[in-house]
């Protein structure tokens, strides 16, 4: 039984090898492309509006909101990052209900490449904030006995968002055909669904997750924000 | 449970590729959009606002105006009221004065008329009169009516108080002018000189004395000496019947009559 996509070789060339994760990325990717760029070609900013752009305003509307929440910041330059990891998990993981298709999410290299992605934005955004000096202050606080653990918590955080979403999937996808083979009518088309539900939720985890890290990196800065914010509400 | 590490950098860089695709194609049309779709609403809330108050504005300058239009109202009705009684004042003047001079009018030709029918009457009386002294004379006394006339003069110049004859005296002796008698009908020599006679016995001997006819006496005889006169005239007594008979046609003569 095939348990990761990565094992399936479509075209190989020497060391560099074409399997299902990367084709299936690159059909998300096309698939997340495609619709988007069909629906915002015609984008009027009147009050008329078609049916897709009405769904895309919501979809792009609701990342903002949650990233706002989470950050206490403006979302505007968390919004690419935050909102392609959802959008491709959760397009990754829709799918699943294609007969054939494999989620490359259930391959642990798309989720380590994703973790890796999240793992270095972390110290981007904290730096683009607060400069190199104060963002780094962060691992020797409250004293510098913490920067051994605090550097082991980034990364078994980083891992521990790899291993997460790949688990998940992975476990969805492995019951499933599991349950194929044992009871073929009734308890898969569940189970898919199940998964569909899954998938999404962890399309949701692992973006919040991501602003969670990226927003405790920044947090100096929106600590700073809020009580400023709270006086001029008062 | 195994990564492929090939895999892994080939899904990094699908996975910024898919970052800038997304940005690229989704959330910068879309945020564009919602932009732009705020600021057209408030521009639109704005100009919502601005044309408000421009309707405002004009609504109280039309108020304004009503409120001025009103007032010009009642200016210019109380000014019409007003010549409207000027004219009404003016007309029942106008009225007043035609009906008075109606009145007047009427007034006068009744007056005329009367005066005509108590001239007329005097006349009819006086012939009459005339007619009836005469031949009530003729039938009693076998005497004439001017002969009759001529003693009745006669003997009111005998019969006058001395102070008036001292007065016709004194009137005769300041004019040039002879003493006239005049008479509506004509005298005879006899009567003249019975005429003559008593002149000059109560005024100077010598003293001239003229005789002429005049029909405007109706029916009598006059001696004027200067301004003095003395007469017997049938005038005196229609005079005095035509007053009474005014008083009678009187309209006050007449309700008194009513009264009783």
Not at chain 2, 21 to 44: G, S, T, W
Request: glycine share 4%; charged share 20%; with cysteine.
């Amino acid at each position: 039984m095939t348990i990761s996509p990565d094992s399936i070789i479509f075209w190989q060339w020497g060391a560099a090898s074409l399997n299902a994760t990367i084709v299936y990325t690159w059909l998300v990717m096309a698939l997340l492309t495609l619709i988007s760029w069909l629906a915002t070609r015609r984008f009027s900013s009147g009050t008329k509006i078609s049916r897709w752009q009405n769904l895309l305003e919501v979809l792009v509307a609701g990342i903002r909101d949650q990233i706002k929440q989470v950050s206490h910041q403006q979302p505007g330059k968390y919004l690419p990052f935050v909102g392609t990891l959802f959008l491709f998990i959760a397009m990754a993981n829709l799918l699943n209900v294609v007969p054939g298709y494999m989620a490359p999410t259930g391959s642990l290299s798309t989720t380590t490449a994703l973790a890796i992605c999240v793992f270095v934005a972390v110290p981007i955004y904290g730096i683009a904030y607060e400069g190199p000096l104060n963002y780094l202050a962060h691992y020797v606080r409250p004293t510098l006995l913490m920067l051994p653990f605090n550097i082991i918590g980034e990364i078994s955080r980083t891992i521990a968002l790899a291993v997460r979403l790949y688990g998940n999937i992975m476990s969805g996808t492995v019951i499933v055909a599991i349950l194929l083979s044992l009871t073929p009518y009734f308890f898969p088309v569940v189970m898919q669904l199940l998964g569909l539900l899954t998938g999404m939720i962890q399309a949701y985890i692992f973006a919040i997750l991501a602003m969670v890290y990226i927003a405790s990196a920044t947090s100096a800065h929106a600590e700073k924000q809020v009580p400023a914010k709270t006086e001029n509400q008062n | 449970m195994s990564i492929d590490w090939i895999t892994v950098s080939a899904q990094i860089v699908n996975f910024l590729i898919l970052v800038w695709l997304l940005k690229r194609f989704l959330y910068q049309p879309v945020i564009r959009a919602m932009d732009h779709r705020e600021q057209r609403i408030a521009a639109q809330l704005n100009d919502a606002q601005a044309r408000e108050l421009k309707a405002d504005n004009k609504a109280q300058e039309y108020q304004a105006m009503a409120r001025e239009l009103e007032r010009t109202r009642d200016d210019i009705l109380a000014r019409a009221y007003e010549k409207a009684e000027q004219q009404k004042r003016q007309l029942l003047d106008e009225a007043r004065r035609e009906v008075t001079e109606t009145r007047e009018n009427w007034q006068r030709q009744v007056q005329q008329e009367k005066e005509e029918f108590l001239n007329n009457m005097r006349n009819q009386i006086s012939s009459t009169i005339q007619n009836i002294a005469r031949k009530a004379l003729g039938d009693l006394a076998n005497a004439k009516l001017e002969e009759q006339m001529i003693i009745s003069l006669i003997n009111r110049l005998d019969s006058l108080d001395r102070q008036s004859q001292a007065l016709l005296q004194k009137a005769s002796q300041q004019t040039s002018e002879p003493v006239r008698i005049t008479s509506t009908f004509k005298l005879d020599p006899a009567a003249r000189d019975r005429l003559t006679h008593a002149i000059h016995t109560h005024f100077a001997d010598g003293i001239a004395v003229e005789y002429d006819e005049s029909s405007e006496l109706l029916c009598g005889i006059t001696l004027t000496a200067g301004e003095g006169q003395l007469s017997w005239n049938l005038a005196d007594y229609i005079q005095r019947l035509s007053q009474d008979a005014e008083k009678a046609l009187s309209p006050a003569a007449h309700s008194e009559t009513e009264k009783e």
